[in-house]
């Protein structure tokens, strides 16, 4: 060796050098710039940050649904049986199976909260319409998510429940017959229909949920969070903190607080378990989980043709609406109509909802 070439580097020592030497990447440095992020400072209050409280909800559905998926059973035969077992004999599966069912309904509240709150604040306007686009079809894909969950149980109500759902889509134009017979494995609910819906329970919706939430924090990641300024707001700039360790901690706190909540709501409100599936008894009310009440009421109101296609005209305007209010803020600026649209449309479904519970409670 001459007297000019360089000395060879020092070895690093322990684990943490032993990995980085056989994995030559910058991790320190690649979390500090992910994490780096300024996150302004409305969003250490809870309303303003529920895309997080449903993330959270999210991740404890998969591993309670990993877990649950063990012991349960998709075969018509054995489904309900099952679905007993678990709550009845398996060690804390009973907790498991609350959490699981509160957790869902708890990410449906939060998504939908989520949704009303983007839409009144403005905040799917330029340059986030695609954001709110893939927010609308996490919607969609949540809702989805309980109903094919609600099934799975093969009870009398969520099995009439599902032969309702399969009615609505056969009425659809054009793809309802085809998706409708492709959806329940031939022409009625039988084995192939549980099979079909705990494939896409358990496989097909995590795979499309995960992309979807790859793509929404991507693009919130892009655009950054929408910036509000409230009266008792610092100077702008100064109200601002990282997203690691701050915001990220914050996070932590919140998964640590929904588990104490829902841990207490299980204990007293437990999972139970209605009558079995018979194809051969219909039940006087078909009772749907409570976030479809509206749309049991809307189809009772219209009947099946015509609430299938208002529905899906709603459904359109609903995931498109960014572009729909962009042509009307165009023609009119300063237009407030949306801020009315969606007070109306909140009132509605409220009112069909309540009116959906009030009848079947007597």
């Given at each position: 060796?001459?007297?000019?070439?360089?000395?060879?580097?020092?070895?690093?020592?322990?684990?943490?050098?032993?990995?980085?030497?056989?994995?030559?990447?910058?991790?320190?440095?690649?979390?500090?710039?992910?994490?780096?992020?300024?996150?302004?400072?409305?969003?250490?209050?809870?309303?303003?940050?529920?895309?997080?409280?449903?993330?959270?909800?999210?991740?404890?559905?998969?591993?309670?649904?990993?877990?649950?998926?063990?012991?349960?059973?998709?075969?018509?035969?054995?489904?309900?049986?099952?679905?007993?077992?678990?709550?009845?004999?398996?060690?804390?599966?009973?907790?498991?199976?609350?959490?699981?069912?509160?957790?869902?309904?708890?990410?449906?509240?939060?998504?939908?909260?989520?949704?009303?709150?983007?839409?009144?604040?403005?905040?799917?306007?330029?340059?986030?319409?695609?954001?709110?686009?893939?927010?609308?079809?996490?919607?969609?894909?949540?809702?989805?998510?309980?109903?094919?969950?609600?099934?799975?149980?093969?009870?009398?109500?969520?099995?009439?429940?599902?032969?309702?759902?399969?009615?609505?889509?056969?009425?659809?134009?054009l793809v309802g017959p085809a998706l409708a017979r492709f959806i329940r494995g031939g022409e009625e609910i039988s084995a192939n229909t549980l099979t079909r819906f705990h494939v896409l329970?358990?496989?097909?919706?995590?795979?499309?949920?995960?992309?979807?939430?790859?793509?929404?924090?991507?693009?919130?990641?892009?655009?950054?969070?929408?910036?509000?300024?409230?009266?008792?707001?610092?100077?702008?700039?100064?109200?601002?903190?990282?997203?690691?360790?701050?915001?990220?901690?914050?996070?932590?706190?919140?998964?640590?607080?929904?588990?104490?909540?829902?841990?207490?709501?299980?204990?007293?409100?437990?999972?139970?378990?209605?009558?079995?599936?018979?194809?051969?008894?219909?039940?006087?009310?078909?009772?749907?989980?409570?976030?479809?009440?509206?749309?049991?009421?809307?189809?009772?109101?219209?009947?099946?043709?015509?609430?299938?296609?208002?529905?899906?005209?709603?459904?359109?305007?609903?995931?498109?609406?960014?572009?729909?209010?962009?042509?009307?803020?165009?023609?009119?600026?300063?237009?407030?109509?949306?801020?009315?649209?969606?007070?109306?449309?909140?009132?509605?479904?409220?009112?069909?909802?309540?009116?959906?519970?009030?009848?079947?409670?007597?």
């Open positions: 060796m001459s007297d000019h070439d360089p000395a060879p580097p020092e070895p690093a020592r322990g684990l943490a050098g032993w990995f980085r030497t056989r994995v030559p990447v910058p991790a320190e440095d690649l979390l500090q710039h992910l994490g780096s992020e300024p996150v302004p400072g409305h969003l250490k209050r809870w309303w303003w940050g529920l895309g997080g409280t449903a993330a959270v909800l999210f991740a404890l559905q998969v591993v309670t649904g990993i877990l649950l998926s063990f012991y349960y059973v998709p075969n018509p035969d054995a489904a309900y049986e099952s679905v007993q077992h678990i709550t009845q004999d398996v060690p804390f599966g009973w907790y498991l199976r609350s959490l699981h069912r509160w957790s869902s309904h708890g990410m449906i509240v939060a998504v939908i909260l989520h949704v009303i709150r983007v839409y009144f604040t403005g905040a799917y306007r330029a340059p986030r319409e695609l954001n709110w686009v893939v927010g609308a079809i996490i919607l969609v894909v949540t809702l989805v998510f309980g109903f094919t969950g609600y099934s799975l149980v093969y009870e009398q109500l969520s099995y009439w429940g599902a032969t309702v759902a399969g009615n609505l889509t056969e009425a659809a134009p329970h358990i496989g097909v919706l995590p795979t499309i949920m995960f992309v979807l939430l790859a793509v929404h924090f991507t693009l919130i990641r892009v655009h950054g969070v929408t910036e509000f300024r409230f009266r008792d707001q610092p100077q702008e700039g100064k109200d601002h903190f990282p997203f690691f360790p701050d915001h990220f901690l914050t996070e932590v706190m919140l998964a640590v607080g929904l588990l104490v909540v829902l841990t207490c709501v299980a204990v007293i409100f437990p999972a139970g378990l209605e009558e079995k599936a018979d194809p051969l008894i219909t039940p006087e009310h078909i009772k749907p989980e409570w976030y479809f009440y509206w749309t049991f009421r809307w189809l009772k109101l219209t009947g099946l043709d015509t609430a299938v296609v208002s529905l899906g005209v709603v459904g359109a305007i609903f995931v498109f609406w960014p572009f729909v209010d962009g042509a009307i803020r165009r023609r009119r600026p300063g237009s407030e109509l949306s801020v009315w649209l969606g007070i109306v449309a909140v009132v509605v479904l409220c009112i069909l909802t309540v009116w959906e519970a009030w009848v079947l409670a007597h």
